[in-house]
């Protein structure tokens, strides 16, 4: 079996939301940020006082916000659901949770020390997430190139969302790949080209993924998912 610790939750401790206040108000592009004083109540706490841009902050409510920078006992956040100013003066959690931190979902029995809504405050954005990334795909864009592929399937790659991904973290070892071709202006036509897979002769796992090609200069993108 795989190895499926990325799937706990590395680092969850209790704090205190003091001295919340605005920073940038919610426009119709961006969400509000609110800055925040947090110290860990109990230094016990697995990863306690721990803190970085790719964490999340759930308020006493339930209500997740994206960690976007820190500070010496501080932390910036942003309102990505838009709910509004996270609850002042009330316990709160500053968490990587499962998945490389890219879930916002927390075990239970955090939760259930915090308001009693915020069990199914957690479990309504969660979903949401996990319904709004179905299948999970990623695109990988490439232009004019005889054989569309993945040099290295190892490293970090970044997506037509310009977001920065690792193939072999994310996807693992059986991947699902399809190639689609640009022909106009909002329109791709897919590819019946399987992938090639060159294997390390070390361990054994996926190095680099390459697509035959049409025999012409195509554009287009990879879709890789699960």
Known sequence: M?????????????????????????????AATYGIKVNAIDTNNIGANLKDADYAFTDFVGVPYLVISTGVGTILVSDVFKQGCPTSGKMG????????????????????????????????????????????????????????????????????????????????????????QFVEAGKYSRLPIDPQLTLSSIDGLIDSVLFSGTGELISGYILIKN
């Open 2 to 30: 795989s190895d499926l610790s990325k799937y706990n939750t590395s680092s969850a401790w209790f704090t205190i939301a003091q001295s919340v206040y605005q920073i940038d108000r919610e426009t119709p592009l961006t």
């Open 93 to 180: 959690i500053v968490h990587k949770s499962a998945y490389k931190g890219y879930s916002i979902l927390l075990p239970t029995e955090l939760l259930y020390r915090l308001h009693p809504i915020a069990v199914s405050n957690n479990n309504k954005f969660s979903m949401s997430v996990l319904w709004g990334n179905d299948p999970n795909g990623r695109r990988i864009e490439f232009t004019d190139v005889y054989s569309p592929e993945i040099s290295n399937y190892r490293e970090s790659l970044e997506d037509s969302n310009n977001v920065s991904f690792n193939p072999m973290q994310d996807y693992g070892q059986n991947p699902q790949f399809e190639v689609w």
